[in-house]
């Protein structure tokens, strides 16, 4: 497809101008016009329209096709709260009008609309309190991990490491290296989740805390939490939760009830706000009664009378981690979101997120090899036994391209060779379900009778298979 500026035509234009008919001379200092006119592509109304149309058509997401990208849940959100967060109401608010008096009416809506998230998913992951600042979920992490090295500090502790799973979320070890402290990685057992064995050789006073990604990268939820929980406490370290997948475990089990003192939630995963094309996103950071003094500035207050205003006054705050009072709009669709669905309509979606998964992996199971047992929002699977007729996980993953599909992250967690990690979403119906398993099936088929046939796939879109490297060296936007 040709660029908008390859298409240009001197003298085509899609709207003229009456002429001007005041002076327009030394309205710009002359220092500041350039001498040429800037070189603009010159097309009709009609060219610019099919060239823009032309371009979204090649668009892929959620909105036209299934997309089990594991990890990322890549799920439908309700286009209604899309509408809310458009009413002018809160799409036209400026972040520094007044609290109260003057323009206060203006604002005590979205401040309530903070507070009343933030009191939502309080009770939600069983904590006291949560900040609603973090503006995504590697950046909840970062605070999260800067309020345990404040706590430590205020205690006096010496504290040097942070223990995380090597089937933790990637951006776990960069959180806490960033926050300051040495990473010792623990290695998963062959069951796929934390070595308590090697848990406990790796603990020591030296260690601040034990970053938890659960369900783990495997898809995995731990049975030992509270044991955990108990063993790193011994020591004054904290509990960690990375809880970016809480659609895996909403409303069926709340970190705060199990052990955890801190805990982040992705709300562009679990609740209402595309996810991908690097966000916006939102997440919040919950924390228990002790670390409350640490939490980032500002948070909302409800006053006795009945108002809400923004807290700045707390001398042991870590500080400001975000401008103003983090992603409103994603926040905004959070509390439409949970509101929608209620307390019962939020525990279902848990389920049909982990019933998704678990029947696609039963019944993909005959045709590929899955590492681990039942599994909680996604499924990982290993390409191996394929790999022996020559086709690894890439080739299956641009197979599902051909056939309509987003391919499952593959290649991660690292710790699964040839790894495809399928997560369905609760949002997919059944006949969805099926289709993607049928179109894993006769891949699984394919590359038992004509591997090579997988190789040169996809073929169907407007670009085949790349030599990726050379691609990202000799980037090319405008194929
Ligand atoms: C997505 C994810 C993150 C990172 O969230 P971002 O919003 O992309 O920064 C962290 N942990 C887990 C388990 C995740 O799935």
Redesign the pocket.
């Known amino acids: 497809m040709k660029l908008i500026f390859e298409k240009s035509a001197p003298g085509r234009t899609w709207v003229t101008f009456p002429e001007c008919d005041v002076p327009t001379e030394a309205q710009i200092p002359d220092r500041f016009r350039r001498g040429e006119p800037p070189e603009l592509p010159e097309l009709s109304e009609l060219d610019v329209v099919r060239h823009f149309t032309a371009l979204s058509r090649r668009n892929f997401g959620v909105d036209t096709n299934f997309y089990p990208l594991g990890?990322?849940t890549m799920k439908y959100n309700p286009k209604c709260c899309e509408e809310v967060a458009r009413y002018e109401g809160f799409s036209g608010l400026h972040p520094l009008l007044p609290q109260l008096r003057l323009g206060g009416m203006l604002t005590q809506g979205a401040l309530q609309v903070v507070y009343e998230t933030e009191r939502l998913l309080s009770e939600i992951v069983g904590m006291a309190e949560v900040t609603m600042q973090p503006l995504?979920?590697?950046?909840g992490?970062l605070t999260g991990a800067m309020i345990i090295a404040a706590y430590h500090r205020a205690k006096g502790n010496r504290k040097t490491k942070v223990i995380v799973p090597d089937s933790g979320?990637g951006?776990?070890p960069a959180s806490a290296a960033i926050a300051g402290y040495r990473v010792v990685s623990v290695p998963s057992n062959d069951r796929g989740i934390m070595d308590l064995d090697a848990f406990g050789a790796a603990l020591d006073d030296e260690v601040a805390a034990l970053m938890l990604?659960s369900p783990n990268?495997l898809g995995l939820f731990n049975p030992h939490i509270p044991e955990i929980a108990k063993m790193i406490h011994e020591v004054d370290g904290l509990m960690y939760c990375?809880g970016?997948?809480l659609n895996a475990t909403m409303g069926k089990c709340r970190p705060g009830d199990i052990g955890f003192d801190i805990v982040h939630i992705?709300l562009?995963?679990t609740f209402a706000a595309p996810h991908g094309g690097g966000g916006p996103?939102a997440?919040p950071v919950g924390v228990v009664k002790k670390l409350s003094e640490f939490l980032p500035i500002s948070l909302v207050i409800k006053r006795n009378d009945g108002t809400y205003a923004l807290q700045y006054d707390r001398p042991s705050s870590v500080g400001y981690i975000a401008p103003f009072y983090g992603n409103f709009e994603v926040i905004l669709k959070t509390y439409v979101y949970i509101r929608l669905l209620g307390r019962e309509g939020l525990i279902e979606a848990s389920e049909h997120a982990v019933l998704n998964a678990n029947y696609m992996m039963e019944k993909l199971k005959p045709f590929y090899h899955f590492p681990y047992g039942r599994c909680m929002h996604e499924c990982i699977l290993s390409a191996e036994k394929q790999l022996e007729h020559g086709v690894r996980a890439l080739d299956i993953a641009k197979g599902l391209i051909d056939r309509g599909f987003h391919p499952p992250t593959i290649y991660f967690p690292l710790i699964v060779k040839e790894a495809m990690m399928i997560e369905p979403t609760e949002t997919e119906s059944r006949e969805t379900l099926d289709a993607f398993i049928e179109a894993m099936i006769e891949l699984a088929r394919i590359a038992e009778s004509d591997p090579e046939a997988l190789h040169q796939a996809p073929t169907t879109t407007p670009v085949s298979r790349l030599d990726e490297v050379a691609a990202a060296r000799n980037m090319d936007l405008g194929i």
Do not use: Y
């Not at 995504?136 to 950046?139: F, I, L, N, P, Y």
């Open positions: 990890s990322c995504a979920g590697a950046h992490e979320h951006t776990n990604t990268t990375d970016a997948n992705n562009h995963k996103g997440g």
